[in-house]
């Protein structure tokens, strides 16, 4: 069987091949979140379809490509959307693209995702810095053999969002304006929202929002040393009691709805 690192390796030598220039940075967008790709002036654009070992998103809100391009002079990958595990795939698929990513060049990555609050202090249309994660999936995308090319068997996690970046995007936020919350972002397997008992269970646990991505990214891109920020938009409030129904419709217009913030942030940011 193939290795992991193999594979990634040759993602690599597809991607620099097709752009000469490497990535500093690698954002990937969420629901919803698309629009941010408009701020980049595009170098090439890749569709996932076209990169070898790399599953195809099938979450119609997602475009399903690698934009790679320049933001404010920094070159910067943009993956215009993601796998889930509850597509289907491994944990190790959700994971492929962004570790190629980190091993082509870029040493900083920016996670951005819809998700729901738990927390009251949290509104439709807010933006959350996530401080840290709780994976509730039941997997981690570090399951399996471990090469140790990538990183090491057991990683540390104190500090899995680095905290002086999460310092200069609150500086940021502020600079523009922009209400920025922290808090602790939990995610789940999916397909399904939570139910209220679920979100129950999250509140108690300690987390503020709620989502179904994310936390296996943050986990490999810390194994392999990268720096690791994510940001939330907070698109409904969690399932609870008598509350509204969620569908993901809501979500993706909501989330396209809080975007413009969250751009303008990522913008300055970067
Ligand atoms: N739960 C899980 N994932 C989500 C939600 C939610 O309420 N909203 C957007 N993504």
């Not at 209400?179 to 999250?202: I, S």
Request: aromatic fraction near 6%; hydrophobic fraction near 45%.
């Amino acid at each position: 069987m193939m290795l992991e690192y193999d594979k990634i390796r040759q993602i690599c030598a597809f991607l620099s091949d097709k752009c000469e220039v490497e990535p500093q940075v690698a954002v990937v967008l969420g629901s919803g979140l698309d629009k941010f790709s408009e701020a980049v002036e595009p170098i090439k654009e890749i569709p996932y379809s076209d990169i070898p070992y790399i599953p195809v998103s099938t979450v119609q809100s997602h475009a399903g490509s690698l934009l790679v391009g320049r933001l404010n002079g920094k070159v910067i990958a943009v993956m215009r959307g993601r796998v889930h595990l509850y597509e289907g795939n491994a944990p190790a698929d959700v994971v492929r693209l962004l570790r190629s990513l980190i091993i082509w060049g870029a040493s900083h990555v920016i996670l951005t995702n819809a998700a729901g609050g738990i927390a009251p202090r949290l509104e439709p249309g807010d933006l959350m810095l996530i401080e840290d994660q709780i994976n509730n999936q039941g997997v981690s995308s570090l399951t399996g053999f471990n090469d140790e090319r990538m990183g090491t068997r057991f990683p540390d996690m104190t500090t899995l969002y680095d905290e002086d970046c999460n310092t200069d995007i609150m500086f940021c936020a502020k600079s523009l304006g922009i209400k920025l919350h922290r808090g602790v972002y939990a995610g789940m397997h999916g397909p399904a929202f939570e139910t209220p008992a679920e979100v129950n269970m999250l509140r108690i646990m300690g987390a503020d929002v709620v989502g179904m991505s994310t936390v296996l990214e943050a986990e490999a891109a810390h194994h392999m040393g990268a720096k690791v920020s994510g940001i939330t938009l907070v698109s409904n409030p969690a399932a609870k009691k008598g509350g509204e129904k969620i569908t993901h419709d809501s979500v993706a217009k909501a989330s396209a709805k809080g975007s413009m913030a969250l751009i303008k942030l990522l913008s300055a940011y970067i």
